[in-house]
């Protein structure tokens, strides 16, 4: 058989077990882990705000109008959160390289023609994007949630106990 059909070589390659059970735990793991650096964001950023109640109510105290003060911590939340986010994106795209052809060997080396070719759809990685977005968004909607209900006026009162 000198020709294949190479659409049924790709059907058979999608429903090859090993490629979904890696394709799933793949998954499974980007979901596991974008839920638990959510959780630590949001805890992290919680006791900050928390440790700082006081200092919150002090530059109250000193007129600095609310509206100040979220931009204050919204521009604490892009140089934290934002930067990280993308120089985490920068590496991912470097190491993504770099390991591709490791890939290679694990898959059964002596039957590829080619070497593997690391193949990035747009879309995918605009998803991906996406969802890391919408991540952000969402812890910063419940920090500002949080930081509209702490009532600094109470932090000043030092002496009443």
Same mark, same amino acid.
């Given at each position: 058989?000198?020709?294949a059909?190479?659409?049924?070589q790709?059907?058979? /390659?999608?429903?090859d077990?090993?490629?979904?059970? +890696?394709?799933?735990?793949? /998954?499974?793991?980007?979901?596991?882990?974008?839920?638990?650096?959510? =959780?630590?964001?949001?805890?992290y950023?919680?006791?900050?705000?928390?440790?700082?109640?006081?200092l919150?109510?002090?530059l109250?105290?000193?007129?600095?109008?609310?509206?100040?003060?979220?931009?204050m911590?919204l521009?604490?939340?892009?140089l934290?959160? @934002?930067? /990280? =986010?993308a120089?985490?994106?920068?590496? @991912?795209?470097i190491v993504?390289?770099?390991? /591709?052809?490791?890939?290679? +060997?694990?898959?059964?080396?002596?039957?590829?023609?080619?070497?593997?070719?690391l193949?990035?759809? +747009?879309?995918?990685?605009?998803?991906?994007?996406?969802? =890391?977005?919408? =991540?952000?968004?969402?812890?910063?909607v419940?920090?500002? @949630?949080?930081?509209?209900?702490?009532?600094?006026t109470?932090?000043?009162k030092?002496g009443?106990?």
């Amino acid at each position: 058989e000198r020709y294949a059909n190479g659409q049924a070589q790709m059907e058979a /390659t999608m429903a090859d077990p090993l490629l979904q059970g +890696t394709n799933g735990i793949l /998954t499974m793991e980007f979901v596991v882990m974008i839920l638990l650096c959510a =959780v630590g964001y949001l805890v992290y950023w919680i006791m900050s705000i928390r440790d700082r109640e006081m200092l919150f109510g002090v530059l109250r105290a000193f007129g600095m109008h609310k509206g100040e003060l979220f931009r204050m911590l919204l521009l604490e939340q892009f140089l934290s959160g @934002g930067l /990280t =986010v993308a120089v985490a994106i920068v590496i @991912g795209n470097i190491v993504s390289k770099m390991y /591709t052809p490791m890939m290679q +060997t694990a898959y059964m080396a002596e039957q590829q023609v080619l070497p593997m070719r690391l193949s990035v759809d +747009t879309m995918d990685m605009l998803r991906l994007y996406l969802a =890391v977005l919408i =991540v952000l968004v969402v812890c910063l909607v419940i920090l500002v @949630g949080y930081v509209f209900r702490l009532n600094m006026t109470k932090a000043l009162k030092l002496g009443e106990d």
